[in-house]
């Protein structure tokens, strides 16, 4: 598949899960793509695996909550391959996981700093050069938390409303210009960050149980199909300016599957 040959894509959080998911996709359809990652072993393991199968990869560690990380993260990209062409903001972070008057002010605001502020970040440093080019694809991985309240995760649901409520202004902002935002929730998947869900507490997380329920029940899905999804909305042909999209919206997954063959 070559369907983004050409292309340049910056994945955050891309070091494992999700992320990883969605940097080999991107890859394995042709583009050359920068993961980044405070995790240097996870994002040489996923850069190793996507030249494996003869793709172009970077791994540029980078804390996506520094501006100046960040900064340098848009500049290693452009001196590897050239300026993003997409942007796929998936770095989050689901701590602290516990009742607010019990919480640790500094890790909820390291919360807030990255998964809202490391969204801002990114999209703010690859976002006028997009513009300038008169294209661009930037998807933000939102969740269910955004419009859904839980008990013990003020943190993470005040992050990913803040999220989706940016992305949805900023669709207006580039209204027209070729540049195209939207959010995408990718529902339960099984991964490290889902782990991490069901081994808190019900005192601290009432919905814990839920989530174990789950993972008892088979229904965690691969990551590699909400990537399958996220491809498909990055796509040049694929113009959702504004949306917010489930993984479990039956129509978007049809739309996805055809264009983006397994």
């Known amino acids: 598949m070559s369907d983004l040959a050409g292309h340049v894509a910056i994945v955050t959080g891309g070091g494992r899960g999700l992320g990883r998911a969605i940097a080999e996709r991107l890859a394995a359809m042709g583009a050359a793509v920068v993961i980044a990652s405070r995790n240097a072993p996870e994002l040489d393991e996923v850069a190793k695996a ?93 969740s269910g938390a955004a419009t859904r309240p839980s008990a013990g995760w003020t943190a993470y649901s005040a992050g990913k409303s803040a999220v989706v409520m940016m992305m949805r202004s900023l669709a207006l902002e580039v209204e027209g210009s070729g540049v195209t935002a939207c959010c995408f929730n990718p529902g339960y998947m099984d991964t490290e960050m889902q782990e991490r869900i069901r081994r808190t507490s019900t005192s601290d997380f009432p919905r814990s149980d839920e989530y174990r329920a789950a993972h008892r029940e088979g229904k965690l899905n691969d990551p590699k199909e909400p990537a399958r999804t996220v491809a498909y909305l990055v796509l040049p042909s694929t113009e959702r300016n504004g949306a917010v999209l489930e993984q479990s919206d039956e129509t978007l997954r049809r739309e996805a599957e055809a264009a983006v063959p397994a």
């Open 50 to 142: 996507i030249k494996r199968a003869k793709g172009r990869a970077l791994a540029q560690t980078a804390d996506i909550a520094d501006e100046r990380q960040v900064q340098e993260l848009v500049l290693a990209t452009e001196r590897w391959v050239g300026p993003a062409t997409i942007l796929v903001n998936n770095a989050g972070m689901v701590d602290p996981m516990v009742p607010l008057a019990r919480s640790n002010a500094a890790l909820w605001l390291r919360s807030v700093a990255i998964n809202v502020g490391g969204t801002y970040l990114a999209t703010r440093a690859v976002l006028p050069g997009m513009l300038d080019r008169g294209y661009g694809r930037i998807v933000t991985i939102s």
